[in-house]
């Protein structure tokens, strides 16, 4: 007389990287979304305001010296010509022709 004998199935495993959620975790609400921040009101150095306006750095340089209307750089801990992102938008809305709102 032959025993049935069932076969024993290991329990599958979970690859490594992420965790199991336990129950009181699937049960919690989302955490608020961030405030959104505004992008346009950044410190920007010379190099990336050259990159927003696809010039070069010397190009920059060149339009502090010679236009008026062009933002004037700061200094923030020693670090020279710092703008506002903002400024620098602003400066090519106006240059393009398009109203500017006056913040």
């Known amino acids: 007389m032959s025993e049935q004998h069932q076969p024993t199935v290991a329990p599958t495993k979970r690859k490594p990287g992420r965790p199991r959620r336990s129950p009181v975790q699937a ?3 989302a955490p608020p979304a961030p405030a959104p921040v505004d992008d346009d009101v ?3 150095g010379l190099r990336e305001a050259a990159q927003i306006l696809g010039k070069s750095p010397s190009t920059i340089k060149r339009l502090i010296k010679s236009d008026p209307d062009f933002p004037r750089p700061f200094s923030i801990l020693g670090t020279p010509n710092n703008f506002i992102s903002r400024d620098i938008r602003r400066y090519v809305l106006r ?3 398009h109203p500017v709102d006056a913040e």
């Open 42 to 44: 950044r410190v920007v």
């Open 95 to 97: 240059k393009a022709g």
């Open 27 to 29: 049960l919690q609400p």
